[in-house]
Nanobody
């Protein structure tokens, strides 16, 4: 079955950095668009970034220039490098796979359990 396991969250001061990882199994990682999404306390799910099977990368405006998504198809692992963190980046971060193989639909039924990133002084 599909499994996605996030790690790397933690407590960091404003301006700091975190690197999130998502190890996956149960599907052909290299052929799926992969996402990072987040949920802040009291708010809905928010799209952060997505990477295509061909390594094209897209970002939400509020993280552009600060976050970098990447994938290692040999390791079936997705990453999110988060720099210049702000308090408003505090959230539970999930990785997710697109519901469709090869194509981007912005629908992702499979998500991990999330990893908490807290930005606070």
């Amino acid at each position: 079955q599909v499994q996605l396991v996030e790690s790397g969250g933690g407590l960091v001061q404003p301006g700091g950095s975190l690197t999130l990882s998502c190890t996956t199994s149960g599907f052909t990682f290299s052929t799926y668009w992969m996402y990072w999404v987040r949920q802040a306390p009291g708010k809905g799910l928010e799209w952060v970034s997505v990477v295509s099977p061909g390594n094209n990368k897209y970002y939400a405006d509020f993280v552009k220039g600060r976050f970098t998504i990447s994938r290692d198809n040999a390791k079936n692992t997705l990453y999110l490098q988060m720099d210049s963190l702000k308090s408003e980046d505090t959230a539970l971060y999930y990785c997710a796979k697109d519901d469709s193989e090869f194509y981007r639909t912005d629908k992702y039924s499979d998500r991990g359990q999330g990893t908490q990133a807290t930005v606070s002084s």
